[in-house]
């Protein structure tokens, strides 16, 4: 259980186009997807959180407009990168909570897309 | 907001010897702990988590402890086998927020 797929794996894309990566959870219901980036050999830094039926919450320094992020059912939440450059190439992962906020808390992560932007 | 640090960044240890990871964090409200361990190219994967009520919990050759007075939390991995080589990160939150990771720890076995 507690499956987190993502989709694409990987894409390749020209500068100035727009790319969706779509994070789904399989087979649990989230209210909560977090979006990470991950340059390689770094960490993953938290790019905004996704909440169902709501506007995401972003970190400071990401830019809401370049990311668009919809959390349109418990299942699904997308990540689109608009005008993407080659500065917007990295590894993107998303992750859903499994279970109730403040009773528990396990995130599991999806496979990751590798952007790279030409 | 959380800030978790996280030493070594890198730890090579031979097969059979034990490994330790520790990581520190600042906000006093966090109350969970989770370990993930992330091989090239791929997905974190949950080794391993504790929560603010445990001072320590073990899964076969992989522990964890947490010293909330301190803040700081480690993970300790004994008879090291090559399979274990890959990134680890520790992280930390308060139920409901977002992961913050550490850097990472490359950890490589030889054999």
């Known amino acids: 259980g507690a499956v987190v797929s993502q989709h694409p794996s990987w894409v390749i894309c020209k500068s100035g186009t727009s790319v969706k990566i779509e994070c789904r959870s399989l087979d649990f219901q989230a209210t909560t997807m977090f979006w990470y980036r991950q340059f390689p050999k770094q960490s993953l830094m938290l790019m905004a959180t996704s909440n169902e039926g709501s506007k995401a919450t972003y970190e400071q320094g990401v830019e809401k407009d370049k990311f668009l992020i919809n959390h349109a059912s418990l299942t699904l939440s997308t990540l689109t990168v608009t005008s993407a450059h080659p500065e917007d190439s990295s590894f993107y992962i998303c992750?859903?909570?499994?279970?109730?906020?403040?009773?528990?808390?396990?995130?599991?992560f999806g496979p990751g897309t590798r952007l790279t932007v030409l | 907001g959380e800030n978790v640090e996280q030493h070594p960044s890198t730890l090579s240890v031979q097969e059979g010897d034990s490994a330790v990871i520790k990581c520190t964090y600042s906000?006093?409200?966090?109350?969970?702990f989770p370990w993930y361990k992330q091989e090239l190219g791929k997905r974190p994967q949950l080794i391993i988590d504790i929560r603010s009520n445990v001072g320590e919990k073990k899964d076969q050759r992989i522990a964890v402890t947490l010293n909330k007075t301190a803040k700081h939390f480690s993970l300790h991995i004994t008879e090291t086998q090559p399979e274990d080589s890959a990134v680890y990160f520790c992280a930390a939150n308060q139920a409901g927020t977002a992961l913050i990771f550490g850097k990472g720890t490359t950890l490589s076995v030889s054999s």
């Open positions: 906000d006093s409200a966090s109350n969970y």
């Open positions: 992750s859903a909570r499994l279970g109730l906020a403040g009773i528990t808390d396990t995130q599991y």
